[in-house]
Antibody, heavy 117, light 108 residues
Framework: VQLLESGGGLVQPGGSLRLSCAASGFSFSTYVISWVRQAPGKGLEWVSGISGSGDDTYYADSVKGRFTISRDNSKNTLYLQMNSLRAEDTAVYYC???????????WGQGTLVTVSS | EIVMTQSPATLSVSPGERATLSCRASQSVSSNLAWYQQKPGQAPRLLIYGASFRATGVPARFSGSGSGTEFTLTISSLQSEDFAVYYCQQYKNWPPVTFGGGTKVEIK
């Protein structure tokens, strides 16, 4: 199982960025996948999740209305479209595969998003 | 939202000693509780799920216990590679899943 994030970088406040997570080694369309972030020196914060089919999406209150999660099961890829970015969105963003009814058993290596002028 | 509280924030332990980490939920999560280990510059690693089941490849010195609102992660004999930050996470009420603030296990 591998999860590989990309798309991070430096963006100005109010700007946009799209993260990608390329998955391999498992039946991608079967599993819920989430984005979890970690601000510098801080703990883990769940950001968003999506069902295997992509029909159901979920967001933390802190990003609702600004971030959009999606997936392309034909490409085994997860996305996070981030708009209206704020300084407090600065973090390493991980994609994580959820076990069927339990925690996150596989994580990517993370991609750093820095929101600063 | 269920709030997860971990204690202590930092635990100083000598190699070979036992470490006991605590996690408390603001309301019952039954056994829907996971523990993760994170080392500097690395992604979290799943250690325990279902409050007491070790994930694949996790050494037997790691054990989890508890249910409802009180949980414990025990490392029976600390090895050098176990010095890290440990997080608990509830997944009973999804979404959202919520994490504790972490316990840093450092060398005494």
């Amino acid at each position: 199982v591998q999860l590989l994030e990309s798309g991070g970088g430096l963006v100005q406040p109010g700007g946009s960025l799209r993260l990608s997570c390329a998955a391999s080694g498992f039946s991608f369309s079967t599993y819920v996948i989430s984005w979890v972030r970690q601000a510098p020196g801080k703990g883990l914060e769940w950001v968003s999740g999506i069902s295997g089919s992509g029909d159901d999406t979920y967001y933390a209150d802190s990003v609702k209305g600004r971030f959009t999660i999606s997936r392309d099961n034909s490409k085994n890829t997860l996305y996070l479209q981030m708009n209206s970015l704020r300084a407090e969105d600065t973090a390493v963003y991980y994609c994580a595969k959820r076990m069927t009814t339990a925690g996150f058993d596989y994580w990517g290596q993370g991609t750093l998003v820095t929101v600063s002028s | 939202e269920i709030v997860m509280t971990q204690s202590p924030a930092t635990l100083s332990v000598s190699p070979g000693e036992r470490a006991t980490l605590s996690c408390r939920a603001s309301q019952s999560v039954s056994s829907n509780l996971a523990w993760y280990q994170q080392k500097p510059g690395q992604a979290p690693r799943l250690l325990i799920y279902g409050a007491s089941f070790r994930a694949t490849g996790v050494p037997a010195r790691f054990s989890g216990s508890g249910s409802g609102t009180e949980f414990t992660l025990t490392i029976s004999s600390l090895q050098s590679e176990d010095f890290a930050v440990y997080y608990c996470q509830q997944y009973k009420n999804w979404p959202p899943v919520t994490f504790g603030g972490g316990t840093k296990v450092e060398i005494k």
